[in-house]
T-cell receptor, first 112, second 116 residues
Framework: GESVGLHLPTLSVQEGDNSIINCAYS??????FIWYKQESGKGPQFIID?????DKRQGQRVTVLLNKTVKHLSLQIAATQPGDSAVYFC???????????FGTGTSLTVIP | NAGVMQNPRHLVRRRGQEARLRCSPM?????VYWYRQLPEEGLKFMVY????????ESGMPKERFSAEFPKEGPSILRIQQVVRGDSAAYFC??????????????FGQGTRLTVV
């Protein structure tokens, strides 16, 4: 399943399928990006990060892709599991700034 | 190494009362960020502090809100004369270095403020 965070805030996928969550960022000066996972009633949890000098980074079952040309970031989750159900936020920041800018978030629901 | 600790987890205040939210950063972290989250929305930056200094408060409302991070003790976010619109989840994050170095921030579990 695939979603664009700003236009489709919810995504439902079957357990075992791959998930793709998209994020469009606005600041061309942003040079560091983080994906966070937030489960209901909890704080955001770091998943994976990527710097602007990279276009791909892989973690355990997750991959982040960065396309600076179109200012687009995506999070791919392989073999999605029920425990992956949460809201996923992308956050961007730039070196001279003091804060992370968070997107609206995409709610992922994994169907057993 | 305990994570970022926020307390209380839930806080109920009547309109006009004061709310005090506390955040103890991770051990060794001297940079603290406060964010506010409304239901089904993203996190909005409020303030960035280092020990004894406010570095960036561009996201803080001009009135009723204040934050501090003393040399000893937790960071405090204070909201005076609360109104219903202050009801939200308030998250604190800490990092060992300033964000400018591309360092991830670790979040606490948040304080859910309800104004009745």
């Amino acid at each position: 399943g695939e979603s664009v965070g700003l236009h489709l805030p919810t995504l439902s996928v079957q357990e075992g399928d791959n998930s793709i969550i998209n994020c469009a960022y606005s600041n061309s000066a942003s040079d560091y990006f983080i994906w966070y996972k937030q489960e209901s009633g909890k704080g955001p949890q770091f998943i994976i990060d990527i710097r602007s000098n990279m276009d791909k980074r892989q973690g355990q079952r997750v991959t982040v892709l960065l396309n600076k040309t179109v200012k687009h970031l995506s999070l791919q989750i392989a073999a999605t599991q029920p425990g992956d159900s949460a809201v996923y936020f992308c956050a961007e920041t730039f070196n001279t700034g003091n804060q992370f800018y968070f997107g609206t978030g995409t709610s992922l629901t994994v169907i057993p | 190494n305990a994570g970022v600790m926020q307390n209380p987890r839930h806080l109920v205040r009547r309109r006009g009362q004061e709310a005090r939210l506390r955040c103890s950063p991770m051990k060794g972290h001297s940079h603290v960020y406060w964010y506010r989250q409304l239901p089904e929305e993203g996190l909005k930056f409020m303030v960035y502090l280092q020990k004894e200094n406010i570095i960036d408060e561009s996201g803080m409302p001009k009135e009723r809100f204040s934050a501090e991070f003393p040399k000893e003790g937790p960071s405090i976010l204070r909201i005076q004369q609360v109104v219903r619109g202050d009801s939200a989840a308030y998250f604190c994050a800490s990092s060992p270095r300033g964000k400018g170095t591309g360092t991830e921030a670790f979040f606490g579990q948040g304080t859910r403020l309800t104004v009745v």
